[in-house]
């Protein structure tokens, strides 16, 4: 297991590093939204020490905000006051956030930094295993391993059916460490949540109790996004009825990977886009901007992969393409290549290997359906096969007469 970065938890609001006034509102609306809750129930709604959550009450308790409805084993059972009430109120119109506590934005900058994806250690056993699970030239490999060792970017360009896809999803499992996430980061009273539980994965290796429990321990980030692409999903998500921002995809996978797949076919101009990357790519950092205009400088550090189909030569131009400094063309298979990916898919799926079927397979494609030999065919074949296999209610197999009816359904006529 590797070593985890320690945590430390902060033991009074000063240590927090975000204003008192907006972690007193939040335990308020939390308080509010509860009808009663005890102390320590409140310390782990917020994610928050009891020390500081008792130092948090005694100051609402003293403006009469928050009282005490009696103890339960020398813990304080709290409500919101009258006065309480009303003041959460107008909280909850201006921002209904009220989850874990947030932290600052200086310590969100500060933690990505010290846990960069450059700051990884790449090993060329855990590239390999990486990809072992693929069909891939020596080459390759190795172009795949430097560019992970960059820990910029990468366009993987190629025909379509290439592969280029499942090489993207495998880069990051290259990464065996981890990070931290936090819940939420605070700007000037706005609150930004960050941990995602669909795209962040956590990890079990946390000590809950010597850990700032604000932050969530998870493995390096990987997010993947398609056609939907837009230009706004770049930018801080704001939510005009609950009031508060979701980070954009770049945020949320900073130290991580961030997936571009098929690259070009977004909903939006691939020059639109590619502006809005020039200067994260070029100088690591991105621009974020609040409904008020203020500009937040945030770090941008992940890699990125582009995966198109199309010429990158069509779709960026000179400036664009310099920033991007690994290139990897993935090609079709050869007649050996083209054996190895059936072999090891008939062991996956308990099928007999015919080496002969294959080869009459392999003269089928590239003379009669005129087709290169695609990484993709194999998979697609078999599940053709499987799946006309179990509707005859028989076994399936693997032979010329079952892969000729495969071809016939599944390519069009040439």
């Not at 809750?37 to 009450?57: G, H, P, Q, T």
């Not at 990158?312 to 190895?340: M, S, T, V, Y």
């Amino acid at each position: 297991m590797p070593e985890v970065a320690t945590n430390p938890v902060p033991n009074t609001v000063e240590e927090l590093g975000v204003p008192q006034t907006s972690l007193e509102d939040l335990t308020l609306k939390t308080v509010y939204l509860a009808g009663e809750l005890m102390l320590d129930d409140l310390a782990a709604k917020l994610r928050l020490n009891l020390r500081v959550v008792s130092e948090l009450f005694r100051s609402l308790r003293r403006h009469e905000l928050c009282e005490s409805k009696g103890m339960v084993n020398g813990i304080h059972r709290l409500t919101a006051t009258m006065q309480g009430r009303a003041r959460a109120l107008e909280l909850l119109a201006q921002n209904q956030y009220a989850g874990p506590a947030p932290v600052s934005l200086s310590d969100y900058v500060s933690r990505v930094r010290a846990q960069s994806v450059k700051s990884f250690r790449v090993q060329r056993r855990l590239v390999e295993k990486a990809f072992e699970h693929l069909v891939l030239a020596d080459q390759v490999v190795r172009q795949l391993g430097a560019a992970v060792i960059s820990g910029t970017s990468i366009f993987l360009y190629g025909p379509t059916g290439t592969g280029k896809t499942s090489i993207a999803e495998a880069i990051p499992s290259i990464y065996h460490d981890a990070v931290w996430i936090p819940y939420a980061v605070e700007v000037d009273a706005q609150i930004i949540t960050v941990f995602d539980p669909i795209l962040h994965r956590r990890h079990d290796d946390s000590d809950a109790d010597n850990d700032d429990p604000r932050w969530v321990l998870c493995r390096r980030p990987r997010v993947t996004v398609g056609g939907e692409l837009t230009v706004e999903m770049l930018d801080l998500q704001f939510h005009p009825v609950s009031k508060f921002y979701a980070a954009p995809l770049q945020m949320k996978a900073n130290n991580g990977v961030l997936i571009v797949d098929d690259f070009g076919r977004q909903r939006v101009r691939p020059e639109e886009l590619l502006n809005r990357w020039t200067v994260p790519l070029d100088r690591r950092i991105d621009f974020l901007t609040l409904l008020g205009g203020r500009k937040l400088e945030i770090p941008f550090d992940l890699f990125v992969v582009f995966a198109t189909n199309l010429d990158p030569a069509q779709l960026a131009d000179e400036a664009f393409l310099r920033r991007i400094h690994n290139k990897i063309r993935i090609e079709n298979l050869g007649r050996e290549q083209f054996h190895r990916v059936f072999e090891r898919l008939c062991r996956y799926f308990g099928l007999h290997y015919d080496c002969s079927a294959v080869d009459y397979l392999v003269d089928t494609l590239t003379t009669e359906w005129k087709q290169p030999l695609r990484p993709c065919y194999p998979l697609d074949l078999i599940n053709h096969l499987r799946w006309t296999a179990e509707y005859a209610g028989e076994a399936p197999r693997l032979d010329r007469e079952t892969l000729a009816l495969a071809c016939h359904d599944y390519f069009l006529k040439p």
